[in-house]
């Protein structure tokens, strides 16, 4: 008898786990099913070995599908990389201008087919060209003519001050990291790199031997400037415009342009390789490439631009959200071009706004310690973000990225 009523309570137990069991994969969210799955795949890729730490967000119209961080936001410490680990995103911040700029048309504040000495108290032309006059759409396409030489490589950066450097790689190989010293004004170092008596100016290296607005030619000095414009047609600072304009009203409350800005306690190192981390850095010419930000607030941002892209964007009206996205360029600008990479950023622009030949919209970025990418698909409304912490230079590096990159498309769709 005591077996039979131990049997029948095993049974019964079994019945009601099976049911419970059910019931409880019944109300698991399938989506939650599929982030999970992605999370174990990019678990595997990360313990490849090869960066410290990296944060992504995939995203639609609707808002954020998934945000993510992998490894260390800081080794030595053992401090998770998590979406909320905050570092400068490169050069995707030159978006941001684009965006800022067609904010302050919007306003009336300037015109893109404004020449730029309209608005600065210096002169900026071209020494081979000195009649033809630089637009402000010349900067934004690139087509400016202005060639950032060695001088910018060599005195944009400078190390943040009061830090502990007895561990750290100062003399990082590609962008000199210079002392908090050596800090100028962002309108004082244009003016010496652009103007005939500047300190910076190079007339044989400093501009294409091309008229305005012929040649694509990459500029972060340009975008600079296009930034320092900003400044001078709204009377407000570049920093202080796009915090009220942009991150503001998208609530990308752990977004800043300086260290001081944002909590520090949630930044990430910046490795020069796995073990060597890089000193916290800032840059004169900040705008270019110096925003911190999260991979979850960069995910609000990436939906406000497919938004605005499908014409239901909150930060502009849709004429201009419309000016921001239209590619400006044709073959004629261009010596050589990448039909085949679906990331190219540089097949053809917008406004700061990077445009592939396989329909891809968005921009890439690379500084000491950071590689990042920010696309959106325009025929599916979807965008993927991708941000690491370490140096890609060693032949895996590279690949490591694009698995990355590559799983976050694979899921993208499964989210979608």
Not at 227 to 242: C, D, M, Q
Not at 261 to 269: A, E, G, T, Y
């Amino acid at each position: 008898m005591k077996k039979i009523i131990i049997l029948i309570i095993g049974v019964h137990i079994c019945i009601s786990c099976n049911k419970k069991k059910r019931h409880t994969n019944e109300l698991l969210d399938p989506m939650q099913i599929v982030r999970d799955s992605l999370t174990t795949e990019l678990e595997d890729i990360y313990a490849q070995g090869l960066t410290n730490g990296f944060g992504v967000a995939i995203v639609n119209e609707k808002g954020t599908l998934y945000s993510n961080g992998f490894g260390w936001a800081d080794k030595a410490n053992h401090i998770a990389y998590t979406e909320n680990t905050i570092q400068h995103i490169a050069s995707i911040s030159k978006t941001f201008i684009g965006l800022a700029l067609m904010k302050a048309h919007e306003l009336g504040k300037l015109k893109l087919d404004d020449p730029i000495d309209k608005y600065l108290l210096f002169d900026v032309s071209n020494p081979n060209y000195p009649n033809e006059k630089i637009t402000i759409q010349h900067l934004t396409t690139h087509t400016s003519t202005i060639v950032d030489t060695k001088h910018y490589m060599e005195n944009a950066w400078i190390i943040a001050p009061n830090q502990d450097l007895s561990n750290v790689y100062e003399n990082y190989p590609y962008q000199r990291l210079n002392p908090s010293t050596t800090e100028i004004s962002m309108e004082r170092f244009l003016k010496d790199f652009l103007t005939v008596k500047g300190k910076y100016y190079d007339k044989e290296n400093g501009f294409l031997k091309n008229k305005p607005g012929g040649k694509f030619e990459y500029s972060n000095i340009g975008a600079t400037l296009a930034a320092l414009i900003i400044e001078k047609s709204t009377g407000i600072p570049f920093n202080e415009f796009t915090k009220k304009y942009i991150l503001q009203p998208l609530e990308m409350n752990a977004t800043g342009w300086a260290l001081e800005d944002v909590d520090i306690s949630k930044h990430s190192r910046l490795y020069y390789d796995l073990n060597i981390p890089l000193p916290f850095y800032a840059a004169i010419t900040y705008p270019d490439g110096m925003l911190i930000s999260s991979s979850n607030d960069m995910a609000k941002y990436l939906t406000e631009l497919i938004k605005g892209y499908s014409g239901n964007g909150t930060l502009l009206n849709k004429k201009n959200y419309k000016a921001l996205f239209t590619p400006y360029l044709s073959e004629d600008n261009f010596d050589t071009r990448n039909e085949q990479n679906p990331y190219n950023d540089e097949y053809n622009t917008g406004i700061f706004m990077g445009f592939s030949a396989k329909g891809y919209i968005g921009h890439t970025g690379g500084d000491a310690g950071v590689v990042s990418f920010m696309f959106f698909d325009k025929e599916t409304k979807t965008g993927r973000y991708l941000i690491r912490n370490t140096n890609s230079d060693d032949e895996k590096g590279p690949g490591q990225f694009y698995d990355i990159w590559k799983k976050l498309g694979e899921y993208t769709f499964k989210l979608n």
